[in-house]
Each structure stands twice: as C-alpha cells, then as structure tokens.
C-alpha cells in the first residue's frame, strides 16, 4: 500500500518490443508508488494515446527509437506543445540522440575513442586514412550495435560490406579499442547528479559487442578514482554545454593507454541496473518525485 496519496500521473515510456516494466524497473516502479506517483506503461509511439492525460513522461525501456528517429523527434516536440515535460529533459534527449555529440565533448577537453564523422559517400575516403588498421563504423544515430562493423580498413571484404550500408544515414569511424575485449567496458550509473554504481561489460567469447543480446555480461566492479573524475569531467562538459540537468545518465568508456575514454554517454534509455541496487532505485524515485512537484511542474511547463 502505498504511504502517500496518488496524486501524480507518471507515462512510463517503453517500447513495442518491450511494452512492460522490466524486472530491473521493478523496485523504481515500487519506489514510485510509495511516493504517491502512479507509473502507466505507454509506449511512446502509440498513435492513440493522449499524452496530455499524464504529468510527465517518464523515458526507459523505448530501445528502438533510433530506428524512427524523425518520429521520435517528432514525438518529443508534440510533448513540449502540450506541455507535457520529459525526465530526462526533451533538449538534452535530442541532443543525446546523435552520437556526434562525442566531437563536441571532446571540444570541451572530454577524451574519447578518436572518432570522425563521415556520410556514407564519404566513409571510403575515411578508411583510406585509417589503412591497416582495426576499426568500428557505426550510425551516429544507432544504439545496441545496430548496423555496427567492424573490421580492418582496407580490407575488401570489410570495404564491401561497408558499401552496403545505409546510405541516409552519417557515419561515425573510429579505432577500434582491444582492451573492451581484453579488459570489458565500464559503466558508470549516476542519479541526481550523484554518483551511484558500476559496472564491468563484456562481450562473449569471439565477440566485440557487449550488449547482452549478443551474448555479452556484465558484472558489478568499483571503479578507481581516475575512472571515476574522468566521468565526473564529461557530466561537467554535459553541463558547461548546457545540459546540467539529468535524473540519470549512464557514462560508458573504457581504459586504454591508461586514460578512461568516453564511449558514450547515455542519457535517454539506458539499462541502469538498479536490481542488486534497490537503494539507487529509491534515489532515482525520489528524484522523479520531485521533479513531479506542483512547483517544479509549474517551472517546467
């Protein structure tokens, strides 16, 4: 039961493939409720539902937004016409939409994996430079590895499968890292602007890809305190960009050379492993709470 009057409508936005709250939203979910915040599953691009019916949204489990990414942008406008506020903020998702943002990190003194941003035209030319050399392509709008390659520059049997992609879509090309396979890849969980748990990923045997579909894991680890200023430095990029505000964001990047290189930052639907974490789960929820106040709606709205 819960300890407080339901007083709030909360969209909790999801996807068609994964319509329902996930085990690992489970206790945030419950979290809600005994804040008096009631959780509606809504996936985000049902034609019929009536957003303007919720007092926010709430964005998690929508993993194939970059898949339709006009209509996602699309989508995020009409909740702003209606009012309707997103957590995590509609300007930071959109920005966070486009893996491109990595070259402006890197402007703010972020270290990431080196990347260039190619079209598709333009991706031979880019590998011509990188001769030799292992490397990962990717979409800059892409997520879970989707049309995702890697190979060696140079290689024809790389260079034909690198003419096969989507010719809509641009492009990032950057070395790729041995020590994601050798060592794994860190995620860095932060609620509320405060650091919360990590993570060690990595792929399956003979694989690159973490992401568990691919047969990748993932394991609780404590980072060091290098990992962990190196994090903090590119949430502080995020803000002097600014985007200070977030209820979550998940930093992905691995130690290489001896310097933690920022992967990604993922700040619209990450998987935050909050199951061996109900603590955090119960920081986010209270954040989320808050955010729902009739005062912080009035600011937002």
């Not at 790389?158 to 041995?178: E, N, S, T, W």
């Not at 130690?255 to 619209?268: A, N, Y």
């Amino acid at each position: 039961m819960s300890t407080h009057a339901v007083t709030r409508r909360l969209a909790v936005a999801t996807s068609a493939d994964h319509p329902a709250i996930q085990p690992d939203d489970a206790h945030l979910a419950a979290s809600l409720e005994q804040l008096g915040v009631r959780p509606v599953v809504c996936v985000w691009n049902d034609p019929t539902l009536d957003w303007s019916a919720f007092d926010a949204v709430l964005i998690r489990t929508i993993w194939d937004y970059f898949k339709h990414h006009a209509a996602f942008l699309d989508w995020l406008d009409r909740l702003d016409r209606l009012g309707i506020p997103t957590i995590n903020d509609s300007a930071l998702l959109r920005w966070n939409s486009d893996k491109r943002y990595l070259l402006e990190l890197a402007r703010h003194g972020v270290a990431i994996i080196p990347t260039r941003l190619a079209t598709a035209s333009a991706l031979p030319g880019a590998l011509a430079a990188m001769s030799g050399q292992s490397v990962v392509v990717k979409p800059s709008i892409s997520g879970s590895a989707w049309r995702t390659l890697h190979g060696t520059a140079g290689d024809a049997a790389f260079a034909a499968a690198v003419a096969q992609l989507p010719r809509g879509h641009d492009y990032l090309v950057q070395p790729f890292v041995p020590e994601v396979v050798s060592d794994g890849e860190w995620s860095l969980l932060y609620f509320a602007g405060a650091f919360s748990h990590a993570v060690i990923k990595r792929p399956a045997a003979g694989d690159y890809r973490v992401q568990g579909e691919y047969g990748g894991s993932a394991e609780p680890a404590q980072p060091d305190a290098a990992i962990l200023a190196a994090a903090d430095r590119a949430l502080a990029a995020v803000a002097a960009i600014g985007h200070g505000d977030h209820a979550y964001v998940r930093v992905d990047g691995v130690v290489s050379g001896g310097r933690f290189l920022v992967m990604e930052l993922e700040l619209i639907e990450p998987f935050l492993h909050l199951a061996a974490h109900p603590a955090a789960a119960e920081r986010l929820a209270r954040d989320v709470a808050a955010r729902l106040s009739p005062a912080a709606l009035a600011d937002a709205r």
